[in-house]
């Protein structure tokens, strides 16, 4: 089942199609901040999207990463010998014999390959929510993930997918131009023959869906695309599905998107196959729902009819952040002075010249975003002494969103040494490199290039950054002459 790069998924319950979902909250009620609860209604939130990683060690087990905070899932004992699941491992741990183990074990339920439960490599036991006659089981803890026995595992359905599609998108093919609604035999077609993101026939908006999938509407024909499934070799997409409630089961109308080596895929619910540029003797470079697989006619761009974003309100997690800090010390700096007399050479000042890299970034776990013309006003937040720090200034400026930037400080300083007679001093400057990351919340305002102004609420944001705190002096003295 799994490739050796992380599956991403949603996790739904069998039992009352509810999603297992990381409970986040920001310390009003801390013992149960970081458990994974199944109370999650739709598979959108980055809240109950997971990273399944293969075991670099142990074949067959995996790691479970929380997408919200990129934190792992791991057990924590509660009372006498109850065990809940938790996403609050800032890294994987392969080793069975340690409480911190993060391995899992996926059990495929007979038959049917997308239905699995949960088993704890360490513990022996799966995965589930406590029934009601349980001795554990009480009013506030029904609902979080447990481990017990087999009888009471929860049976989930794997829900795969990769991000989703901005709100308002354009989409380009293989040929250069944008996908555009045209009016071809009396029906809606969509396809790839203009050249203008100006033109008014080329605006999509996309719409998500409870289970991670979503719907596009042609804003030109104001319909959702729909698979036809007919035109012989076509199964053209036509715009012409309403918003008839009736129609957002239809697997025919609901799309899911993939992102890949810069371009993305989006396949067809009703197909299983890609959206793919297709000529036929009738219709010239249209969208089809006929790609097998991942090749040149079915790998699309996509941008944004934006003409600039602002982005502000944001709202750091902090106690959501992983920090993982370098094992060893790393060296700044290095200056020595040797005293070859008698007498002790006082107050000696040698020069300690490095250069400092911080490295931070904004950037979505579930929204695909266009290199759009970014303006960003956001707290500022770094590593300190192994904890995460706020910095009393506000970043204001433009960024380029998903993308690490950097600042370079040149530091010079002076240490003051008393050198012995007959001796070499060296000082070493020495720092701990830790990398972290935050999530967070925003709001995006975006003009759109006919002018409508459109503000938007997103809850997955993470900031990431490096920097090296906890610098020190290390002194060594060495005897010469002896």
């Known amino acids: 089942m799994l490739s050796s790069v992380p599956i991403c998924a949603a996790l739904r319950s069998k039992s009352n199609s509810k999603y297992l979902r990381y409970s986040?909250?920001?310390?009003?009620?801390?013992?149960?901040?970081?458990?994974?609860?199944?109370?999650?209604?739709?598979?959108?939130?980055?809240?109950?999207?997971?990273?399944?990683?293969?075991?670099?060690?142990?074949?067959?087990?995996?790691?479970?990463?929380?997408?919200?905070?990129?934190?792992?899932?791991?057990?924590?004992?509660?009372?006498?010998?109850?065990?809940?699941?938790?996403?609050?491992?800032?890294?994987?741990?392969?080793?069975?014999?340690?409480?911190?183990?993060?391995?899992?074990?996926?059990?495929?339920?007979?038959?049917?390959?997308?239905?699995?439960?949960?088993?704890?490599?360490?513990?022996?036991?799966?995965?589930?929510?406590?029934?009601?006659?349980?001795?554990?089981?009480?009013?506030?803890?029904?609902?979080?993930l447990c481990m017990g026995?087999?009888?009471?595992?929860?049976?989930?359905?794997?829900?795969?997918?990769?991000?989703?599609?901005?709100?308002?998108?354009?989409?380009?093919?293989?040929?250069?131009?944008?996908?555009?609604?045209?009016?071809?035999?009396?029906?809606?077609?969509?396809?790839?023959?203009?050249?203008?993101?100006?033109?008014?026939?080329?605006?999509?908006?996309?719409?998500?869906?409870?289970?991670?999938?979503?719907?596009?509407?042609?804003?030109?024909?104001?319909?959702?695309?729909?698979?036809?499934g007919s035109s012989g070799t076509g199964s053209w997409i036509h715009a012409d599905s309403t918003d008839d409630t009736?129609?957002?089961?239809?697997?025919?109308?609901?799309?899911?998107?993939?992102?890949?080596?810069?371009?993305?895929?989006?396949?067809?619910?009703?197909?299983?196959?890609?959206?793919?540029?297709?000529?036929?003797?009738?219709?010239?470079?249209?969208?089809?729902?006929?790609?097998?697989?991942?090749?040149?006619?079915?790998?699309?761009?996509?941008?944004?009819?934006?003409?600039?974003?602002?982005?502000?309100?944001?709202?750091?997690?902090d106690m959501q952040a992983v920090i993982v800090g370098d094992d060893r010390y790393t060296v700044l700096a290095t200056a020595s002075v040797t005293n070859t007399t008698s007498s002790t050479m006082p107050a000696v000042k040698l020069a300690l010249d490095y250069t400092l890299e911080e490295t931070w970034g904004w950037y979505s776990t579930v929204t695909l975003k266009s290199p759009v013309r970014t303006s960003i006003t956001s707290p500022f937040v770094y590593v300190q002494y192994g904890f995460l720090a706020m910095s009393p200034r506000f970043f204001h400026g433009l960024i380029s969103w998903g993308a690490d930037h950097k600042k370079h400080s040149k530091v010079s300083e002076e240490y003051v040494v008393d050198v012995p007679p007959m001796t070499k001093v060296t000082v070493t400057c020495q720092g701990v490199a830790a990398s972290f990351e935050v999530p967070f919340s925003y709001r995006q305002t975006d003009k759109l290039i006919d002018g409508e102004v459109v503000t938007l609420q997103y809850d997955d944001g993470n900031f990431s950054g490096r920097n090296v705190h906890s610098i020190y002096y290390v002194t060594r003295e060495e005897k010469i002459g002896q």
């Open 246 to 317: 009736s129609n957002n089961d239809d697997p025919n109308t609901l799309f899911q998107a993939f992102y890949t080596g810069g371009a993305i895929g989006v396949l067809n619910q009703g197909s299983n196959q890609y959206c793919k540029r297709l000529t036929t003797k009738n219709v010239e470079h249209g969208l089809s729902a006929t790609g097998t697989r991942f090749e040149a006619w079915s790998r699309l761009q996509f941008e944004e009819p934006v003409v600039s974003r602002e982005i502000d309100h944001v709202h750091f997690k």
């Open 24 to 144: 986040a909250d920001d310390g009003n009620d801390a013992a149960n901040s970081q458990l994974l609860r199944l109370i999650g209604d739709d598979a959108e939130s980055p809240l109950s999207r997971f990273y399944v990683e293969p075991s670099s060690k142990n074949d067959g087990l995996v790691h479970i990463r929380c997408s919200y905070n990129n934190k792992y899932w791991v057990a924590q004992q509660g009372h006498a010998d109850e065990w809940r699941i938790a996403g609050s491992a800032d890294t994987p741990e392969e080793d069975l014999s340690q409480q911190s183990c993060t391995l899992f074990q996926l059990k495929h339920v007979k038959g049917d390959l997308r239905t699995i439960r949960f088993f704890h490599a360490r513990l022996r036991k799966y995965a589930g929510i406590f029934s009601s006659d349980s001795k554990w089981a009480n009013e506030s803890n029904q609902d979080f």
């Open 149 to 228: 026995d087999e009888e009471q595992s929860e049976q989930f359905v794997l829900e795969l997918f990769q991000w989703m599609l901005p709100k308002y998108v354009c989409f380009k093919g293989d040929n250069g131009k944008y996908l555009s609604a045209q009016s071809l035999h009396n029906k809606p077609f969509l396809v790839f023959e203009s050249e203008d993101i100006n033109d008014p026939t080329v605006r999509h908006t996309t719409t998500a869906s409870r289970d991670g999938t979503m719907r596009i509407k042609s804003d030109h024909f104001g319909r959702f695309w729909r698979n036809s």
